[in-house]
């Protein structure tokens, strides 16, 4: 049985902005269509009309705001000009991407995350607020950010996404994801297990049994 041909990412995106588009315009002819019934002057239940009339206004937000989340991560095409961006123009942009994802987890008004979008970027051109950002873990950059904006990060779902684990695994790692990167501490065998007596009359710590002693052979009471 032949498998269907997979379509192309772009092909798929474009599909599904078609459909939003679609709903979209649907849901302007329902509003559209309640307020010609409010002006026509004609008795009609106004509280049903208002509630319906909320409900339409806020699908159609809802789809406009998926349709910009969409575009906003579409990759960009390659430029000719791409190859002269810098290092530190590619790390300005990663932390700008990360923070859109974190003011679209908190934010459901388009306005809004477009400003607080637009105020994010603003702070990462001002080297004098947050310092130069290849010489600071990524995850720093975002925290200052989010704190500047007023948000608060999903650490823990952040500490799941690429760039974290990257930086995590670097060793040199911000203070957001530094619990992340910490060890487990290891469990105490007792309360009397502090310290015990090793080889050679050491001292060994942390709960760490001594050695066994090879000089001497156990005695074996019959």
């Given at each position: 049985?032949?498998?269907?041909?997979?379509i192309p990412?772009?092909?798929r995106?474009?599909?599904?902005?078609?459909?939003?588009d679609?709903?979209a315009?649907?849901?302007?002819?329902i509003?559209?269509?309640?307020?010609?019934?409010?002006r026509?002057g004609?008795p009609?239940d106004?509280q049903?009309a208002?509630m319906?009339y909320?409900?339409?206004?806020?699908?159609?937000?809802?789809?406009?705001?998926?349709?910009?989340r969409?575009?906003?991560?579409?990759?960009?095409?390659?430029?000719?000009?791409?190859?002269c961006?810098?290092?530190?123009?590619h790390?300005?942009?990663?932390?700008?991407?990360?923070?859109?994802?974190v003011?679209?987890?908190?934010?459901?008004?388009?306005?809004?995350?477009?400003?607080l979008q637009d105020?994010?970027?603003?702070r990462?051109?001002?080297?004098?607020?947050?310092?130069?950002?290849?010489?600071?873990?990524?995850?720093?950059?975002?925290a200052?950010?989010?704190q500047?904006?007023?948000?608060?990060?999903?650490?823990t779902?952040?500490?799941?996404?690429c760039?974290?684990?990257?930086?995590?695994?670097?060793g040199?790692?911000?203070e957001p994801l530094?619990?992340f990167?910490?060890?487990?501490?290891?469990?105490q065998s007792?309360?009397?297990?502090?310290e015990?007596?090793?080889?050679?009359?050491?001292?060994?710590?942390?709960?760490v049994?001594?050695?066994?002693?090879?000089?001497?052979?156990?005695s074996v009471?019959?």
């Amino acid at each position: 049985m032949t498998e269907p041909a997979a379509i192309p990412s772009d092909t798929r995106l474009d599909r599904q902005l078609a459909l939003l588009d679609r709903l979209a315009e649907i849901g302007l002819e329902i509003a559209e269509a309640i307020g010609a019934q409010a002006r026509s002057g004609e008795p009609f239940d106004a509280q049903a009309a208002a509630m319906a009339y909320a409900r339409v206004a806020r699908a159609v937000r809802q789809t406009v705001m998926l349709q910009s989340r969409l575009i906003a991560d579409r990759p960009a095409p390659l430029k000719e000009t791409d190859h002269c961006l810098t290092p530190e123009d590619h790390a300005k942009d990663r932390v700008a991407r990360i923070v859109h994802r974190v003011i679209a987890a908190e934010h459901d008004d388009e306005d809004r995350i477009e400003r607080l979008q637009d105020e994010a970027i603003e702070r990462l051109q001002d080297e004098d607020i947050h310092g130069a950002v290849l010489t600071r873990p990524m995850s720093e950059m975002v925290a200052d950010i989010c704190q500047d904006l007023g948000l608060d990060p999903d650490w823990t779902r952040l500490a799941r996404e690429c760039w974290a684990v990257e930086e995590i695994a670097s060793g040199d790692v911000g203070e957001p994801l530094a619990a992340f990167a910490r060890p487990p501490p290891f469990a105490q065998s007792g309360t009397h297990a502090l310290e015990a007596d090793g080889l050679n009359g050491q001292s060994v710590g942390g709960g760490v049994p001594p050695p066994l002693r090879l000089d001497k052979a156990p005695s074996v009471t019959s």
